[in-house]
């Protein structure tokens, strides 16, 4: 009963490092998507899936890359942070490509 | 102008009091999201509606797709319902729009 499994939940890392941000679900949902949230913008798609093997990207897309390798897991990997990228990420799946369960959230700070 | 607009930004009730957030869109769209934000961070969504109405408990939400708008009700509000409403809209391709967000304090 996990629903959807972000990890970490909080993370600092200095500018020029890399990292993955886990995420994984266990409903065999076919969709699921990134985001990131910052004060006064809302919610803002990063990159989504539709289904193992297949990505797109969302409205903010550069600096980040995915893999859809399995049904479960859909990490976000940042190549080299930058302090732009400091936010509050969000993984969400679903069914019909819409957005349903979201996980806690990854507070990560780039200093 | 925001494709997704929400009135209002903040909001503050006291326990019992009917409460109504609004949503309008600028976009044609498929299906619209109202999502809860508590102050955890985490992120619960309440209903996906595409016409008329929904209801779940104390909440409904309405959609009227020619006038672009949306509300969602709170019925006997109390204080746990305190949180951050999105409204997000799906209009095309595989992504929604959301919007900033209301912002409800309920006070006992």
């Known amino acids: 009963n996990a629903g959807v499994t972000q990890t970490p939940k909080f993370q600092v890392l200095k500018t020029g490092q890399s990292m993955t941000l886990q995420c994984a679900q266990d409903?065999?949902?076919?969709?699921m998507s990134w985001y990131r949230q910052d004060p006064g913008m809302g919610l803002r798609l990063i990159h989504y899936s539709v289904g193992a093997g297949i990505t797109d990207q969302g409205e903010v897309p550069n600096g980040y890359n995915v893999s859809r390798s399995t049904t479960e897991d859909f990490p976000l990997r940042l190549l080299s942070a930058a302090p732009s990228q400091t936010s509050v990420y969000f993984c969400a799946s679903g069914k019909d490509r819409q957005p349903q369960h979201f996980g806690d959230g990854t507070r990560l700070s780039i200093l | 102008k925001n494709e997704v607009e929400q009135s209002p930004q903040n909001l503050t009730a006291q326990e019992g009091e009917f409460i109504t957030i609004n949503c309008s869109y600028s976009v044609g769209i498929s299906a619209l999201h109202w999502l809860q934000q508590h102050p955890g961070g985490g992120i619960v969504s309440l209903f996906m509606l595409s016409s008329g109405k929904k209801k779940h408990g104390r909440l409904i939400a309405t959609i009227n797709i020619q006038e672009k708008h949306s509300s969602l009700h709170i019925t006997a509000s109390h204080p746990r319902d305190s949180a951050v409403y999105i409204c997000?809209?799906?209009?095309?391709?595989?992504?929604?729009?959301f919007g900033e967000g209301t912002q409800l304090t309920v006070n006992p």
């Open positions: 997000a809209v799906w209009a095309s391709g595989s992504r929604l729009t």
């Open positions: 409903m065999n949902h076919e969709y």
